[in-house]
């Protein structure tokens, strides 16, 4: 399994980006798939996760609103919508994977992408 994640990019204050996470094949419906970010000199933070079989999201509390994750199943591409961005929205992201929710959801997935980097100036 392979994940790439890409869409990153530069962006002023109350932007907005979609992040998009290509699958190397297909992605079963058993999996769990989030999104992370780390910004410099911070820990790693737990973003969203959505069960690919049903669709169900998860948000962190404070993503609430502002982040939409989604899925197509047809693409095996998971998708992170980010509105109305704010410098301290910068950090790379990363998209993940495992078939246990617990272990996507804290930071302890099989599967990690590489990232893509978000920069947004105020």
């Known amino acids: 399994v392979q994940l790439q994640a890409f869409g990153g990019g530069m962006v002023q204050a109350g932007g907005f980006l979609r992040l998009s996470c290509a699958h190397s094949?297909?992605?079963?419906?058993?999996?769990?798939m989030g999104w992370f970010r780390q910004a410099p000199d911070k820990e790693r933070e737990y973003l969203s996760a959505i069960r690919w079989g049903t669709g169900r999201t998860y948000y962190a509390d404070s993503m609430k609103g502002r982040f939409t994750i989604s899925r197509d199943t047809a693409t095996n591409t998971l998708y992170l919508q980010m509105n109305n961005l704010q410098p301290e929205d910068t950090a790379i992201y990363y998209c993940?994977?495992?078939?246990?929710?617990?272990?996507?959801?804290?930071?302890?997935?099989?599967?990690w992408g590489q990232g893509t980097l978000v920069t947004v100036s105020s």
């Open positions: 094949g297909r992605v079963y419906s058993s999996a769990v």
């Open positions: 993940t994977k495992d078939t246990d929710w617990a272990k996507v959801v804290t930071g302890k997935a099989h599967y």
